[in-house]
């Protein structure tokens, strides 16, 4: 699972579009693998950075982020290909100090992020739905409040890094002297340490428990999609923010409809007499009962659209049509009397067929005038 993108740009998720800018600049400057030439994981971490930024710069891919996390279907994959250019690359080196050292204050964690999976009829994705999941997951302490400590205790600064919650370096290198920072290994770059553990949680802030969590699912979901409950997810240690919840969303399939983007397609079928004649015919929609005008003389295949009575879109809410595909059944097993009328018909229109009832009722009926 890709991380999140505010966690990878170190900012937080009320942070403005200027503050991201900042941060991007920033990160991009300290882990370009030009300046980390011996850091087998530069690439990656200066690929993830830029595939971060990508996901939040534009206030609309900001938005379906924020909606769908970081694989959702509707606004695509934000952390795909493409989504960084030659002028940002310009403007992160060219930009400030080039060697300038990153500054961060240690603190709790995030948590783990968690995902569920959720059964949704095709009228839930009409309609919309809201659901209460059961979960087990980590949940904060009771008895310490989340902190980890014993009730009437306070962390400690950690010594080794002095509250800061990194340790750093200073190296030589082909670019000048670069500054490292690494997670401080006493505190786990908490900042602090925890001197009177609490007896529940064992210093953790957390224990395993059940939550019940309301989710709102948008009306026009799709088939495979995942929601992004931010926040909504398990515990993390020591009073840290919590995780992210992710809901998979299956559609169970429909007997009666099929959905193609926003419109729903239903077969109807209608005798071929009906089909020749013309009729009015009662069909179940989503949205309740639906006279339906079969003209005289249609075909099969013809198809007769219901606007409106599709799915909503999940880009602007209007709905898409209702697409009708009239299925003309020929009858099969037919009486003599029905026979015969065909076999009219067919003499009326001048149509070769071939003779009805031939076989042992027309024999028995021979041998009877006979």
Known sequence: MARDAYEVLGVPRQATDDEIKRAYRQLARECHPDANPNDPH??????????AYDALRDPERRRQYDMFGPDGAAAGNPFGPGGFGLNDLFDAFFTGDVFGGRTSAG???RGPDAETVMELTLQEVVTG???TVEMRMPVECDTCGGSGGMPGTQPTKCTTCDGVGEVRQVRRSLLGQIMTAGQC?????LGTTIEHPCANCRGDGRVAGMRSIDVEVPAGIEDGQRLRLAGRGPAAPRGGTPGDLYVAVRVARSAAFERRGDDLWHRLPVSIVQAALGTQIEIQTLDGPRSLDVQSGTQPGARIRLQGLGVPSLRNGRRGDLMVEVDVQVPTNLTPEQAELLA???QLRGEDVNPPHD???SRIRSAFRS
């Open 107 to 109: 603190g709790p964690v």
């Open 185 to 189: 290994p006493a505190c786990s770059g």
């Open 129 to 131: 739905a809201r659901r």
């Open 344 to 346: 009219q018909l067919a």
């Open 359 to 361: 076989g042992l009722f």
């Open 42 to 51: 530069a690439v990656e971490r200066f690929k993830e950075i830029n595939a």
